[in-house]
């Protein structure tokens, strides 16, 4: 990196903190520090909000043509960053290196490129109507944003919040998680490379005690967006109200996959290892296997057979491997709820407590863990878990189905198998959830992400994800 870790990224510049509050940053794969940086104060937040503020009226002015040439500079230096991108990722959250390379940083080209599509052809200033020709429609850029992003997955949430922002002609105050900040330090660098006028784009360093409360509440924050817990969600909500800023939340998830007994082969496989993806930690994971009564024993034994392939290893290690959780307390959370699974009388298939053989003593690993026989009152299939962990229900009937995976506070992503197109379509149509993904077909391109309930409000991604950054203006007597 070119930058020192602890400096903040505030009206184009890197600047030190105001205060040294130093914290450490913890490789997961050895439990050893990797990085220093300091968390901002109150200062270092209104330093970086003022100089959003000052620079709003020019960039909101700005033509769709010139953002959209910053954005396609910002992603040629994101394809050239990708290496440094995916080693700070798997440093500082424990992603395997081949998985940050293949899955991680692509998430934000991906991104970039959507974003990139989707302003292109979308038009700021467009017509009411045959009924009304001289009244106009105008998409505006919201104001300046508090952007507040997690660790699990870095850049593809940065860059669903950062580049939308932009491209919708805001500014913006980014404070990535405090337990993965090297990627968003890599990414401020492709920033200032790519060339964002001062002030358009910062960077502070805090938690969500600190820099996190104060750009919820600060009066000159016009929109937050945030991606993380339901608990932090709320708590934003809480400290937004008072100035009735726009709030946007994606939150946590308790996904119900629901394998009918004609799903198409390997369902099961692939619902494990899509669970187990990213170490468990996605608020979009199947976490709930629903499983019809009738296949129900040979799932079990899919699962497990698909739990005990499944190789736990160091992030530095090439192939396929899970890697470490990102911290100690996410770790020691885990183990609590593999705990509450046995204790409740859930059977333990495969996995369990305690550390996988042959992994570094120091670092955060969990076993690949499969409970069957689970009931929805049970608190592994109440809590968002976000490990290696999957819970077994079986279900008699599709009604029974419905029900088990729409009792949950969440309603993210849901998940159907069925070889029946119609009973495929009249179940998702029942899920009450902002997804739901059907034969392990991945949503596509452009496609809004976000959910219902607790999972939170708005959408990222597409069209959907650009009109959380903009407002709408109605004006009459239009002329030309």
């Not at 230096?77 to 080693?87: C, G």
């Not at 899919?302 to 770790?331: C, E, F, H």
């Not at 229900?393 to 992503?413: K, R, S, W």
Request: net charge negative; hydrophobic share 40%.
């Amino acid at each position: 990196m070119l930058h020192n870790a602890s400096n903040f990224y505030i009206n184009g510049e890197w600047v030190a903190p105001s205060i040294t509050q130093d914290t450490e940053v913890i490789n997961p794969s050895t439990g050893e520090v990797c990085a220093v940086i300091s968390l901002g104060s109150e200062e270092d937040t209104n330093s970086a909000v003022g100089a959003a503020k000052a620079t709003f009226d020019s960039w909101s002015q700005t033509d769709k043509a010139t953002r959209i040439s910053l954005v396609e500079r910002i992603l040629v230096e994101y394809k050239r960053r990708a290496d440094d991108m995916a080693l700070a990722i798997s440093t500082e959250m424990g992603a395997p290196i081949d998985k940050a390379k293949d899955a991680q940083v692509p998430a934000g080209t991906w991104h970039i490129e959507n974003s990139l599509r989707v302003a292109r052809a979308f038009e700021f200033s467009q017509m009411l109507g045959d009924h009304a020709p001289n009244d106009r429609i105008v998409y505006e850029a919201a104001g300046v944003c508090a952007l507040i992003t997690p660790w699990n997955w870095p850049m593809n949430q940065v860059t669903l919040k950062v580049i939308p922002a932009l491209l919708a002609g805001c500014t913006m105050v980014l404070k990535p998680s405090e337990i993965a900040p090297l990627s968003s330090v890599v990414f401020s660098e492709i920033m200032h490379a790519a060339g964002v006028p001062a002030g358009v784009y910062n960077m502070v360093h805090g938690d969500g005690d600190g820099v996190g409360t104060q750009l919820s509440r600060h009066p000159d924050i016009d929109v937050v967006s945030f991606t993380g817990s339901s608990r932090a969600g709320i708590a934003i909500s809480i400290n937004a109200a008072p100035t009735l800023k726009r709030v946007h939340l994606e939150l946590g998830g308790k996904g119900a996959n629901i394998v009918f007994a004609d799903a198409p082969e390997k369902s099961v496989k692939r619902g494990i290892i899509d669970c187990f993806g990213n170490s468990g930690q996605s608020c979009n994971a199947p976490s709930r296997m629903l499983v019809e009564r009738s296949i129900y024993d040979q799932a079990i034994e899919d699962a497990r057979n698909t739990a005990a392939m499944m190789k736990v290893g160091n992030a530095t290690q090439t192939g396929r491997i899970l890697g470490p959780v990102v911290s100690a307390q996410q770790y020691e959370k885990i183990q609590r709820l593999i705990k509450a699974g046995i204790d409740e009388g859930a059977r333990l298939v495969a996995g369990g407590l305690g550390h996988p053989e042959n992994v570094d003593p120091g670092g955060y690993y969990v076993k690949p863990t499969v409970f069957a026989d689970v009931n929805n009152d049970m608190t592994i299939a109440r809590e968002e878990i976000f490990g290696p962990v999957i819970c077994l229900i079986p279900f008699d009937t599709e009604e029974e189905a419905i029900a088990i995976a729409n009792d949950t506070v969440y309603g993210l992503t849901n998940y159907v198998q069925s070889t029946d197109d119609e009973k495929r379509v009249r179940v998702a149509r029942q899920l009450r959830s902002g997804m739901v993904q059907m034969n392990n077909q991945s949503l596509g391109a452009c496609s809004p992400f976000g959910g219902m309930k607790q999972s939170g409000n708005g959408r990222e991604g597409g069209i959907w994800g650009l009109q959380d950054f903009l407002e709408v203006k109605a004006v009459s007597g239009w002329a030309g």
